[in-house]
């Protein structure tokens, strides 16, 4: 509120000076300006007193240029009119506050280009009297949402085993080394001499062998390296790691199906 705050020192000023010179047209122009300051100061207290000012988002989480519901609710006193601008960081420019009513709502599309944690300041509501002196700000609560990266589909190239994700499963089934005991069952044709287990042909006579069974998940992996990766600051590099991390984060989706 610096303009009330000139305005009433000024107007102060004429009143000392009037009574120092003893200029009594001084008096008038003073009092005035005192009165106007504190006018001024008075409404926007008034018309911020129990303004309230919320924000709504549907979700916490969404995907990169995915739309999200969103609006901003208003409330605001019955009796004195408030003259002044509903600001947010989803809003292209500031929305002029309702002369009718004293709630208010304002509905909104919010978009996200790119995937991060984006924290989102408050929205507020911006009052001023009418001659501009005193303003005020009335501010809500911030938000944080997480951008997630954009999902693409994945197609399959080449050939494969059947039933598997991208083709590689069965095959990398086959080549998991066998090297952990799994128990003992009745020998197979064609089994190696080097699985049987002679020991326990000594003892019983029966001729067993040693099943083993493979050493490691057949589950796929996706591992996304950024430590060689240029910085984000760069427009083109950023663009070219946004686009590994939605890569890999398709791979990870179309896996997990």
Do not use: K
């Amino acid at each position: 509120m610096t303009g009330a705050l000139r305005i009433a020192l000024l107007g102060l000023g004429l009143l000392l000076g009037a009574a120092a010179l003893d200029a009594e047209p001084l008096y008038v122009p003073g009092l005035v300006l005192v009165l106007l300051a504190a006018g001024a100061v008075a409404w926007v207290l008034l018309a911020t007193h129990g303004l309230e000012v919320r924000r709504t988002l549907a979700t916490s989480t969404v995907q990169e240029d995915q739309p999200i519901p969103a609006g901003i609710h208003v409330r605001g006193p019955r009796f004195v009119p408030p003259a002044g601008v509903v600001e947010d960081p989803l809003l292209v420019a500031g929305v002029p506050l309702a002369g009718r009513g004293h709630e208010q709502d304002i509905p909104l599309v919010a978009r996200f280009p790119r995937r991060g944690r984006r924290r989102l300041a408050a929205p507020r509501v911006v009052v001023r009297d009418p001659f501009g002196l005193a303003v005020r700000a009335v501010a809500g609560e911030e938000h944080e949402l997480l951008v997630l990266p954009r999902i693409s589909p994945v197609r399959r190239t080449g050939t494969g085993g059947s039933g598997d994700a991208l083709g590689h499963r069965t095959a990398r089934s086959r080549v998991a080394a066998e090297v952990q005991l799994d128990g003992l069952r009745p020998l197979q044709t064609g089994t190696s001499a080097a699985r049987i287990s002679w020991s326990t042909w000594a003892r019983t006579g029966e001729l067993l062998e040693r099943h083993m069974r493979p050493d490691g998940d057949d589950r796929p992996v996706v591992v996304l390296d950024t430590r060689t990766a240029p910085g984000e600051e760069e427009e083109e590099d950023g663009r070219a790691l946004d686009a590994a991390v939605r890569a890999a984060a398709s791979l990870c989706v179309h896996l997990a199906g």
